[in-house]
Nanobody, 122 residues
Framework: QVQLVESGGGLVQPGGSLRLSCAAS????????MGWFRQAPGKEREFVAA????????AYGDSVRGRFTISRDVGANALNLEMNNLAPEDTAVYYC???????????????WGQGTQVTVSS
């Protein structure tokens, strides 16, 4: 079983950048498909980005494609999310999650971190 802990959230101005990290323990991340999801106040949790089991194939939600990049740091056993050109609509709690298959569906993810807050505001 893998344990996940997110970090890197904070307050950033519109147009700025942030890098989220998800540190894993208990198992190596190469055993899992990985994903980032987010939940804004009063809204349902939504898919942000996913990385396949083999670490090669990526997928992005429509609202973040071209601005966000998901990647895996094998040496650190961590998952990263590079976020550029941030907008107020990106304000949410961001969650890292792991699945034993390849999926963009939240229901497929068995393991979740506690979340990190990202606030985009001037």
């Amino acid at each position: 079983q893998v344990q996940l802990v997110e970090s890197g959230g904070g307050l950033v101005q519109p147009g700025g950048s942030l890098r989220l990290s998800c540190a894993a323990s208990g198992r190596t991340l190469s055993s899992y498909g990985m994903g980032w999801f987010r939940q804004a106040p009063g809204k349902e949790r939504e898919f942000v980005a996913a990385l396949s089991l083999n670490g090669v194939t990526t997928a992005y939600g429509d609202s973040v494609r071209g601005r966000f990049t998901i990647s895996r740091d094998v040496g650190a056993n961590a998952l990263n999310l590079e976020m550029n050109n941030l907008a107020p609509e990106d304000t949410a709690v961001y969650y890292c999650a792991a699945t034993t298959r390849n999926s963009v569906s939240m229901a497929a993810y068995e393991y979740w971190g506690q979340g990190t807050q990202v606030t985009v505001s001037s």
